[in-house]
């Protein structure tokens, strides 16, 4: 079994439009986390959860809405997209905050 | 946002060589430390944590920490060209809710 899921794996859409990404994960972890990685590999947080109440809020622009709907699942919408949110976009889980994480595989958001 | 850098590479280096990898991060507040390995177009795996100062060993690896420098590094042993990846380190935010990571030494291990 995956411990970290994510759907779906590629995603290729036009500016403008709004697009949301899954993940779960069956690990028991409580806190789950959305990171970015840009084209120059650089990995940034985004968001972080916690017993589904958010605890980090990295400037993200407010396009970009995280829900937990249970410790388990951890889902990104995102409005209006704009080219440079292209990127890889990394769901990743930990026991507690700030302890080892464990990443999913990735969604690869291409928008032209 | 707090700083972790890392040197970018490639650092190449013969099959069967150490490799060394080093990190140092600008928060001293910072507590628990990891190295990341991520393959082209794969997921960060983690390899090793530390969180105390000295060495910690797992196998082929030994992760080294020294708070007082802030200086983070990790250590291949008999390094194989499966381990050619870019390494990333990571070190717990002030919060201490996240993880801000350097931005990845690339290895490459020669046959």
């Known amino acids: 079994d995956t411990a970290v899921s994510q759907t779906p794996k590629y995603l290729v859409t036009q500016m403008g439009n709004d697009k949301s990404i899954k993940c779960e994960q069956n690990?028991?972890?409580?806190?789950m986390y959305w990171y970015k990685q840009d084209s120059k590999k650089f990995l940034k947080i985004m968001f972080s959860y916690n017993n589904k109440e958010l605890i980090i809020n990295e400037t993200v622009p407010n396009r970009f809405s995280p829900k937990s709907p249970d410790k388990a699942h951890l889902n990104l919408h995102i409005n209006s997209l704009e080219l440079g949110d292209s990127a890889v976009y990394f769901c990743?889980?930990?026991?507690?905050?700030?302890?080892?994480?464990?990443f999913g595989p990735g969604t690869r958001l291409t928008v032209t | 946002q707090k700083e972790v850098e890392q040197n970018s590479g490639p650092l190449s280096v013969p099959e069967g060589a150490i490799a060394s990898l080093n990190c140092t991060y600008s928060d001293r507040g910072s507590q628990s430390f990891f190295w990341y390995r991520q393959y082209s177009g794969k997921s960060p795996e983690l390899i090793m944590s530390?969180?105390?100062?000295g060495d910690k060993e797992d196998g082929r690896f030994t992760a080294q920490l020294n708070k007082a420098s802030q200086y983070v590094s990790l250590l291949i042993r008999d390094s194989q060209p499966s381990d050619s990846a870019t390494y990333l380190c990571?070190?717990?935010?002030?919060?201490?809710?996240?993880?801000?990571f350097g931005k990845g030494t690339s290895l490459l291990v020669t046959p």
């Open positions: 990743a889980s930990s026991q507690v905050p700030g302890y080892e994480q464990y």
């Open positions: 990571a070190v717990t935010s002030n919060s201490g809710y996240a993880l801000n």
């Open positions: 530390i969180y105390s100062n």
């Open positions: 690990l028991g972890h409580d806190t």
